[in-house]
């Protein structure tokens, strides 16, 4: 018995002196001679694990929000401390994390730490405008640091890693996670990835403000049939190399920590159990050196899927490259004995665990399992005066203002305005979907912001005017996790008719409306998406009244607003603009703020144009006429055109702006050279305002069939009212590549037009070859 004492002593003081070798080295060695600087650190530990401990760093529980004291008798405290979990999510506060990363350092037998993921999407207690509106901003320094912010505040609560960046393109608005991406286009897409990862990691992941990112959803979940969450993806490769990967491959390139394998299947296998994707083009091609991890459930769920039972499905995963289970436990509970039977081989589990020690030591965990739980920095890091001034200028910077006839908006800090709509006086609607760290009762709401910014200059009248919508189970499902609209237990006529008899006094009514936060985000489709009807009987009944009427709109997707467009004077389009959101939308109401937001989704005309986006093909049978009038036998359709209702890129202003003066360096661009394009932009109207100058190019011939129009650049000036500034892109030949047939990343020598404008139907035109 002693005996047996004094050789588990040896063997954990062995452990314990390899460990600190381990970390004594210095992790940032630059001239390591392998690729991973913690390969040898790894490998020493990787020898002293069990098959049990190994297959235990690739899971990921949920824990959901422990109380004190609770984690070290749990279910999970006991498997952590076997080494069974590799990290945990869904939990915050020092407190409570230092509490779990003890029983993992001071109790597992390898004291190996555990991750602290969460879904920190758009900030975190500071919580900026939803993704869709982050990217209306085009602003990739202001994003950067939303990133930062969120870094910032979630590594102050003990978190180190996030699954953030949502970069699925998406073209299909009934989709209710549009509303977590950036739109519609690759290239804005891959620049708005890259400035997402540089946020959350900064250069230096060892600093404890920084934390790991992952890329999602890998790949192509924007792209479901039907809109329909979850369901099956069917794209060719081509499009798929062209358009949805290349914001993926940014984030890699930017050197994202992690990857999360999506829910849909691509080319009939699920992503999670893709090998083609998640080895051959992810590590292969790419090069990518982080870990993957599935999505909630993943592997679980291609046994609906119909690719197996547990057991033969947690194989395939980890044959194709995932390295982390999230939630299921298959590897868990099925890794153990396929490596028995022989359809996993212990190799592959090491390289796996080999990739969740590195970034372990990526983080410095190793160093010291508690960096992110310093006691005191919550107190000073979160939701922090500055950082929540910040994302009142955000919120500010992604309103889109869609109509504004006669210059109804600015309005004006005087007379009486009635603010009406169930979105008026929300509080929990103002964040937006995946903000899980935001304190609902702490946003503003639109009526305490614009009381706020206004003071005693002119006088407010509230009404509620509708519910969400007639529909009560409708509004059951769309306003969940606490985000609730009370239901107004009064009639339908006499919440109108409260509406109308302040309208009556009022010189201008703001209409606060649209979906509730919970209409858009995960599980969230729609097959109409319109205001819902109750809230649209409310908006005509004001528009007959003859007031004045500003409809903020309030979205996570695209919307079909053809008649609001027909009607309404004014429309300024705010998303879900974060916890400051009453106040960003006072300042751009009264013109503290110029808006310039542009969409970066098309708004279509009716549910039957989608999917619609603006770099779409040509076709063999155009439209011959340019106004855009039905053609027999052309591509159209008998009851609507073609065009949108907004198009990609638009976004107006409470000035405007004129192009001129389109001007190239040269007609001929050489594969080594580069064109200079410039362009003249006035500002002509009566406001110094922002402006997103943008610039697409045409392929006029391919060995491939080409795109109408690709955003190739894009700049946000400045300029004061009467001003002019000259404004200069450089084209290379990099950015006329694109994938041909071979799936080879090529230019092809011939003519390109280039447009530059102020949206996606830039006119302003010039032509240059591409010479061999
Ligand atoms: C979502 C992911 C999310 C994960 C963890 C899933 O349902 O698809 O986007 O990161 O849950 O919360």
Redesign the pocket.
Known sequence: MKNLSKIKFIAYSLIVMVLQSCVSENANTKNAATNNPFEAKVDSILKLMTLEEKIGQLNLP?VGQFTTGQATNSDIGGKIEKGLVGGL??IKTVEKIKEVQKIAVEKSRLKIPLLF???V?HGYETTFPIPLGLSCSWDMEMIEKTARIAATEASADGINWT??P?VDISRDPRWG?VS?GSGEDAFLGSQIAKAMVKGYQGDDLTSNKTIMA?V??FAL?GAPDAGRDYNTVDMSKIRMYNEYLPPYKAAVDAGVGSV?A??NEIDGIPATGNRWLLTSLLRNDWGFKGFVVT??TGINEMTDHGMGDLQQVSALALNAGVDMD??GEGFLSTLKKSVEEGTVKIADIDAAVKRMLTAKYKLGLFNDPFKYCDDNRAKTDIFTKENRTFARTVAAESMVLLKNDNQLLPLKKSGTIALIGPLANSKQNMPGT?S?ATKLDKAISVLDGMTSVIGNQATILYAKGSNLDYDLEFEKHATMFGREIKRDGRTDKQLIDEALGIASKADVVVAALGESSEMSG?SSSRSNIQIPQAQKDLLNALLKTGKPVVLVLFTGRPLVIVEENANVPAILNVWFPGSEAGLAISDVLFGDVNPSGKLTATFPMNVGQIPIFYSHKNTGRPLANTEGKFEKFRSNYLDVRNEPLFPFGFGLSYTTFHYGNLQLSSPKMDAKGSMKVSVEVTNSGNFDGKEVVQLYVRDLVGSVTRPVKELKGFQKIELKKGETKTVTFTLTETDLKFYNSNLDFVAEPGMFQVFVGTDSNAKLMKSFELTK
């Open positions: 949920s999510f869904n993921g969460m879904d999407i699954f953030s949502m996670r977590e992952c999602k959803h979940y999360m999506s829910f999505d909630y999230m939630v995946w899980v995960e």
